[in-house]
């Protein structure tokens, strides 16, 4: 039983397993190995850097002849990067994190899909509005970035199915195996985007330390925080938050976050210990499902092992007892 969805018939894959555009993580080998195993590999393009866009896209282009795509971060991308992007020709083009209109007219005359990963019932809205293709729900339980006031992935998920009518949706936060993505279906998505669990793979780009750290971690070491966005200087914007594995100086800031925004010796104090090899270059973002990462195999065996419990779990349920 193959895990037919209106997304696998979109694009033109065999599984509905997404790779999640995870920036620094998900480069090209590794979102051209899920594309090989069967899912739809994104790289994680982040704001756009044109280095990263050229080295990383190569890499993808030249590695897998199945549909691949980029994602973008909405927020802090400019049109050139998106044009840039679309020179080495995505099959979809995935924004997350704000309002896309600025961007879709390109991707549209590429013939690209259009992803647009949401956090709110309002973004979902807003999804639907400007034409999506496809939309990506995306709750709480995520590693990495989401809405500082996320959602719950399970009443999330079929809340964002039922006002996209006939758009597809995909599920994502906190779906790391076959089960998760069983249950993403149920739920009436018509497929997953997986973040975390793709990260302790072999092509991976995170530092194997930080592997480990997600092979070894439980859901409760994760936290959702603006800390870490503060006291290292990133430009996200404050409105989202992001999921981590612990972190000293989240626990130096635990609950006095709003006196950290222009607090230079904060600001100093971190990079002095990254300076010195006290904390690690960057946080490690990771969601609630690193329970279930146990292992760090290849993405394409990881798809495939997904994708064939799935089609276990759901086989089962459908059995007579
Ligand atoms: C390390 C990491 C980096 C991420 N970077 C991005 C990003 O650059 N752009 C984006 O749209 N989402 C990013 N995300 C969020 C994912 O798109 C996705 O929503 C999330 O990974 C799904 O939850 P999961 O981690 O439980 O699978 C990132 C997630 C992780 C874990």
């Known amino acids: 039983m193959a895990l037919s969805t209106a997304f696998t018939d979109l694009l033109g894959v065999p599984h509905p397993i997404v790779l999640a555009p995870m920036g620094g993580s998900a480069g090209g080998a590794l979102a051209a190995a899920v594309s090989r195993g069967g899912g739809l590999g994104l790289v994680g393009a982040g704001t756009g850097d044109p280095g990263w866009l050229d080295r990383e896209l190569t890499i993808v282009a030249s590695n897998t002849d199945q549909p691949w795509g980029v994602g973008f971060l909405t927020w802090g991308v400019t049109l050139d990067a998106v044009e840039r992007a679309l020179a080495y020709r995505p099959r979809a083009v995935l924004f997350s994190f704000g309002d896309p209109s600025p961007f879709l007219a390109p ?153 950290l925004p222009g607090n230079t010796e904060a600001r100093q104090s971190y990079e002095d210990d990254k300076a010195a090899g006290v904390i690690p270059a960057l946080p490690i973002w990771a969601g609630e499902a690193v329970d279930l990462v146990t292992d760090r195999p290849s993405a394409a065996e990881l798809v495939a092992r997904i994708a064939h419990d799935a089609e276990s779990v759901l086989h089962r349920l459908v059995q007579p007892r």
């Open 107 to 259: 991707v549209r005359r590429s013939g690209a899909t259009v992803i647009v990963q949401v956090t709110t019932i309002d973004e979902a809205r807003l999804a639907v509005g400007i034409g999506a293709d496809v939309i990506v729900a995306q709750g709480t339980e995520a590693g990495g970035h989401g809405a500082r006031h996320g959602r719950s992935t399970l009443p999330f998920v079929p809340a964002v199915v039922d006002l996209a009518g006939p758009v597809p949706v995909l599920a994502a936060g906190g779906i790391a195996d076959g089960r998760g993505v069983a249950a993403a279906l149920a739920l009436g998505a018509a497929g997953a985007l997986i973040g975390t669990r793709f990260q302790a793979t072999v092509e991976s780009l995170v530092d194997p330390r930080a592997a480990q750290a997600i092979v070894d971690g439980r859901g409760e070491d994760t936290v959702r925080n603006g800390v870490l966005d503060i006291v290292r200087g990133s430009a996200w914007p404050s409105r989202y938050t992001s999921r981590t594995l612990g972190h000293p100086h989240l626990d130096r800031w635990r609950g006095r976050e709003d006196e």
